[in-house]
């Protein structure tokens, strides 16, 4: 008996079914022995994994031809497209790496990668503690707790651009609330968007402001994973809130705390930009001017599309090479091979 | 009898035959019938959008043509934004009377189409308008992208002369039109009556020296209000706003051979200006009241602000008993009155579906010496807008129908505009050149000669390499 064979037989499923109908309707003697002979004579009829393949191909096949259309096509033809030198009016000439060569040689390019790589380090760790110790409160079960999960993941679902706006009046020099809060302690008040040493600080304020909400949603999801058993058995034991949360919270977060890091990073080195273009345009001199928003102020303003798919390129590299020094550093969200 | 209507385009044919195929199906399909159809279900799923876009394709291109501005067709609560729609409403249905090649507007918002993707991807995509509007900071990169058809042939030639050399220079190349100027927009400085009584100062302290305007600027200022307001956010408008200052001290970006010359005198001063400006706290880091001028001296928190004449219009529709002034920009010891004229375009898409009918339609609507032409262009630059006319005629007609007659508009159009010098036409290396020194120099206080001095640098090795049509 083949495998095949013996699977449809032992298999009840709707595959084995037709086979033994098929088998029976061949009538005759010795159906059994008939019935073996005849899926042998039939070796395209495929086995249940095969056919599990195949649904899973199907399932799949959706999805995966609007990655290859929608992402992967248009990755290969930007990767193709930053070796010419494209007018956006329709003309193309090829230069080789020349739009590569311009890169390393463009001061604003080297800004910005600065820029971006600040506000990466600034805003990763900022939004994890915040998103984190979020995370930890809304889990406490206190009276009205669902009102705050509320409020706290509401910015997230605001438009990037509503935000801007909004915080753009908060934040103006002479009647902005924020100013007039500083104003009425008796502070001097700052110009929050308009100097160069604190704009950037401020975009990364606002963007923490609208992502903390859902991040502190996948803590949560997380730490109601752990089992309550471990906390009891550490009060027993007598360990305070600090130990309980070193020792039983942070390992057994390890998977989440990876997923929102690698997350996190990734949107803070290829994002960003709405808000950006909301509240200073890159400004002020070029403070706010973020690797992404450079690309597009090459492509869309400029009509640089050549050399902004170059520069879109490099951009791609450094978040894959951030995304695998993730990955090693934390072993793949484990951290530690023992775990 | 479906199948008749649908295969009328070479397109659409295999669909009608598809349908055609599954009436005389069996009752009961076989496994291989079904799975046959099936199949050719899916790719005739997969393959619609193709079908489907090339029959779009073909009736559109017999279709009226488009027409992208920023003005019409809308409805808004501002009675001067529904006047502007309404003129280029009227102008197109008046075209659409008379010419078998019809024309549609698309209304794009002022600020997608002015600093956003859309205009510029639709281009990049063979998807462009076939007329649109174009700023002088666009000019070039649409006429070394062989986008602009040429106008003249479509002209009169006295209409060429009658507009002003300042403002169709500018939008020629070799002798040749390729853009119509509909308005010319020179800047001043507005400032708050009110606001300037309550200091005790009144039409006697108007400064005309950049000292006197930082003086007085330093007496309006306070924690909540500011003394002078100019554009602080990078772009072609703050750009725009700051060429007149150094222009007043006889620099430029480019001389009149076109080679660089940002690393001079009269562009340092400029920058320092603004510098100063900012450093001493009278011109704040960002514009108040979300850069509605109207709104701040409503509110009175800004006392001047440099602007353009286009806020008449806004003060007539939403505060017309407000008490406002304007006055020419001030200038440096030594220096003389210059302002920036701006304004906006016709023109047409030489790689458009009919671009002889869209050149013709920018010439029929603002390039000819026809009365019905001068008028309507009267129209525009006093009832829709408050504008200065680009042409002499134009101009003329408006002062004939009481168009200057208020006081402001009389001062814009006999102080303010007779010292103008058009928008430059600089494309974006150079405008971003100078836009990172204005910025430098303004909010991140750097020195003025370290700015000046990357800047020409930046600007020689563009110049050097450059090619397409005279960059002034």
């Known amino acids: 008996m083949t495998d095949t064979a013996a699977e449809a037989t032992r298999e009840p499923g709707p595959g084995g079914a037709s086979g033994a109908s098929s088998t029976a309707n061949s009538g005759g003697t010795g159906a059994s022995s008939r019935g073996r002979t005849g899926r042998r004579d039939r070796p395209n009829r495929m086995s249940r994994k095969h056919r599990e393949w195949l649904a899973a191909g199907l399932f799949l096949a959706p999805d995966g031809l609007g990655l290859l259309l929608f992402v992967a096509v248009p990755m290969v033809l930007s990767v193709v497209l930053s070796f010419f030198q494209v007018s956006g009016f329709g003309s193309y000439e090829f230069i080789g790496f020349g739009n590569y060569e311009r890169m390393l040689n463009d001061p604003l390019f080297w800004q910005s990668m600065k820029t971006t790589g600040i506000y990466v380090v600034v805003l990763?760790?900022?939004?994890?503690?915040?998103?984190?110790?979020?995370?930890?409160?809304?889990?406490?079960?206190?009276?009205?707790?669902?009102?705050?999960?509320?409020?706290?993941?509401?910015?997230?679902?605001i438009s990037l651009v509503v935000v801007g706006l909004l915080w753009q009046f908060m934040l103006d020099d002479q009647v902005g609330v924020v100013n007039k809060a500083f104003r009425a302690v008796g502070l001097?008040?700052?110009?929050?968007?308009?100097?160069?040493?604190?704009?950037?600080?401020?975009?990364?304020?606002?963007?923490?402001?609208?992502?903390?909400?859902?991040?502190?949603?996948?803590?949560?999801?997380g730490l109601q994973e752990i089992p309550q058993e471990l906390y009891e058995a550490a009060r027993i034991d007598g360990a305070g809130p600090w130990k309980q949360f070193r020792n039983i919270t942070w390992p057994l977060l390890r998977p989440t705390s990876f997923f929102v890091l690698l997350m996190s990073t990734v949107a803070a080195i290829t994002g960003g930009f709405e808000l950006i273009y909301v509240l200073t345009q890159g400004g002020p001199a070029n403070a706010t001017s973020l690797a992404i928003f450079y690309i597009y102020q090459q492509a869309f303003v400029f009509g640089e599309y050549g050399y902004a798919a170059a520069m879109g390129t490099a951009l791609v590299l450094v978040m894959i090479v951030c995304s695998l020094a993730i990955f090693k550093i934390t072993k793949g969200g484990r951290f530690d091979d023992g775990e | 009898m479906l199948q008749h209507g649908i295969g009328t385009g070479p397109g659409c044919a295999p669909a009608a035959s598809a349908g055609a195929g599954t009436q005389h199906a069996p009752a009961r399909p076989s496994r291989r019938r079904v799975l046959g159809q099936a199949a050719a279900a899916g790719a005739a799923a997969v393959g619609a959008p193709a079908l489907l876009t090339g029959c779009g394709t073909a009736s559109a291109k017999d279709g009226p043509l488009k027409f992208w501005n920023f003005y019409a067709p809308q409805h808004s609560d501002d009675p001067s934004l529904n006047a502007q729609s309404k003129w280029f409403t009227d102008l197109v249905e008046k075209w659409n009377r008379t010419h078998e090649q019809q024309?549609?507007?698309?209304?794009?918002?002022?600020?997608?189409?002015?600093?956003?993707?859309?205009?510029?991807?639709?281009?990049?995509?063979?998807?462009?308008?076939?007329?649109?509007?174009?700023?002088?900071?666009?000019?070039?990169?649409?006429?070394?992208?062989?986008?602009?058809?040429?106008?003249?042939?479509?002209?009169?030639?006295?209409?060429?002369?009658?507009?002003?050399?300042?403002?169709?220079?500018?939008?020629?190349?070799?002798?040749?039109?390729?853009?119509?100027?509909?308005?010319?927009?020179?800047?001043?400085?507005?400032?708050?009556?009110?606001?300037?009584?309550?200091?005790?100062?009144?039409?006697?302290?108007?400064?005309?020296?950049?000292?006197?305007?930082?003086?007085?600027?330093?007496?309006?200022?306070?924690?909540?209000?500011?003394?002078?307001?100019?554009?602080?956010?990078?772009?072609?408008?703050?750009?725009?706003?700051?060429?007149?200052?150094?222009?007043?001290?006889?620099?430029?970006?480019?001389?009149?051979?076109?080679?660089?010359?940002?690393?001079?005198?009269?562009?340092?001063?400029?920058?320092?200006?603004?510098?100063d400006a900012v450093r001493t706290g009278i011109t704040p880091r960002t514009p108040p009241a979300a850069d509605d001028?109207?709104?701040?001296?409503?509110?009175?928190?800004?006392?001047?602000?440099?602007?353009?004449?286009?806020?008449?219009?806004?003060?007539?529709?939403?505060?017309?008993?407000?008490?406002?002034?304007?006055?020419?920009?001030?200038?440096?010891?030594?220096?003389?009155?210059?302002?920036?004229?701006?304004?906006?375009?016709?023109?047409?898409?030489?790689?458009?579906?009919?671009?002889?009918?869209?050149?013709?339609?920018?010439?029929?609507?603002?390039?000819?010496?026809?009365?019905?032409?001068?008028?309507?262009?009267?129209?525009?630059?006093?009832?829709?807008?408050?504008?200065?006319?680009?042409?002499?005629?134009?101009?003329?007609?408006?002062?004939?129908?009481?168009?200057?007659?208020?006081?402001?508009?009389?001062?814009?159009?006999?102080?303010?505009?007779?010292?103008?010098?058009?928008?430059?036409?600089?494309?974006?290396?150079?405008?971003?050149?100078?836009?990172?020194?204005?910025?430098?120099?303004?909010?991140?206080?750097?020195?003025?000669?370290?700015?000046?001095?990357?800047?020409?640098?930046?600007?020689?090795?563009?110049?050097?390499?450059?090619?397409?049509?005279?960059?002034?």
């Not at chain 1, 401020?202 to 859902?214: D, E, N, P, Q």
């Not at chain 2, 009832?383 to 402001?408: C, T, W």
């Not at chain 2, 001062?411 to 494309?427: H, I, S, T």
């Not at chain 2, 990172?436 to 390499?465: F, H, N």
């Open chain 2, 103 to 275: 024309i549609e507007l698309l209304y794009i918002p002022p600020k997608a189409y002015q600093t956003g993707s859309k205009l510029p991807t639709a281009f990049a995509a063979g998807a462009g308008p076939d007329i649109f509007l174009v700023s002088p900071g666009d000019f070039l990169r649409y006429y070394n992208g062989g986008i602009l058809e040429e106008l003249t042939p479509h002209m009169d030639s006295e209409a060429v002369k009658d507009y002003y050399p300042s403002q169709i220079a500018s939008r020629m190349v070799d002798g040749k039109v390729y853009a119509l100027p509909m308005e010319v927009e020179p800047l001043a400085v507005f400032y708050d009556i009110p606001t300037w009584e309550k200091k005790g100062l009144s039409e006697g302290d108007i400064p005309t020296s950049w000292d006197q305007l930082l003086d007085v600027g330093q007496k309006l200022a306070t924690s909540s209000r500011a003394g002078l307001v100019t554009e602080t956010a990078p772009g072609y408008l703050q750009n725009f706003l700051w060429y007149p200052w150094m222009w007043q001290g006889g620099g430029n970006v480019l001389d009149e051979h076109g080679k660089p010359n940002v690393d001079t005198k009269g562009v340092r001063q400029a920058l320092k200006l603004w510098q």
């Open chain 1, 124 to 157: 990763v760790p900022v939004l994890f503690v915040v998103s984190l110790g979020l995370g930890l409160l809304v889990k406490q079960k206190l009276p009205g707790m669902a009102v705050y999960r509320t409020v706290f993941f509401l910015p997230y679902v």
């Open chain 1, 188 to 221: 001097k008040g700052e110009s929050w968007l308009g100097d160069p040493s604190i704009a950037l600080f401020s975009v990364i304020a606002i963007f923490i402001w609208v992502m903390m909400g859902y991040y502190m949603i996948i803590f949560l999801a």
């Open chain 2, 293 to 472: 001028l109207l709104g701040a001296f409503k509110s009175g928190v800004a006392a001047m602000w440099v602007s353009g004449i286009w806020q008449v219009s806004s003060f007539k529709a939403f505060a017309p008993k407000h008490k406002y002034g304007v006055f020419k920009l001030p200038t440096p010891k030594g220096g003389r009155y210059v302002t920036a004229l701006g304004g906006w375009s016709f023109c047409a898409n030489k790689q458009g579906r009919n671009p002889k009918a869209a050149a013709e339609f920018c010439a029929w609507a603002l390039g000819t010496m026809e009365d019905a032409c001068i008028d309507r262009m009267t129209d525009w630059c006093i009832k829709a807008k408050s504008d200065i006319a680009p042409r002499k005629s134009v101009l003329k007609r408006g002062e004939q129908r009481g168009g200057y007659d208020s006081h402001i508009m009389r001062y814009f159009k006999d102080e303010v505009f007779p010292g103008g010098r058009a928008e430059p036409r600089y494309p974006p290396v150079i405008y971003k050149a100078m836009s990172d020194a204005i910025q430098g120099a303004m909010l991140a206080g750097r020195p003025v000669e370290g700015e000046t001095a990357r800047a020409q640098a930046s600007v020689e090795a563009y110049v050097k390499s450059y090619k397409g049509a005279s960059l002034v």
